[in-house]
């Protein structure tokens, strides 16, 4: 079985040293149900794997989410993170990027709405 790697047959001279290195897009689409969000991230592309954490707010502050990507293989990234708690407009959801052993970057943040889920339609009781 073949494994393929998108970064394989890149030139690695093309690639951003740790300190050059940054995210370069974040969002993020909530689904449907209001408890679970589409994150995308894209990080300028690597000679060394960074490390990502990425933390969700409510309006009043509290942590509702979050994840650590460690050394991720490709600089582009979809997940999903659950949310936690009930629904408290708005969100902010923050990534930053850094090396333990070299530099960080400073938190990029996105925020955003998140609707309440849509009931299924009742049937009629009459």
Partial sequence: MDFFLPMANDNSSDRAAPEDTKITQLSATPYPDGYRLRVNLEITPFQKRPYIELTL???????????????PLSWKL???MHLRGELNNPYALSARLYYPDGPANEPLIYSFDVEPPHDAPQPDSA
């Fill in 57 to 71: 707010h409510d309006s009043d502050g509290n942590e509702v989410a979050s994840t650590n990507i460690v050394e």
């Fill in 78 to 80: 979809e997940f999903t």
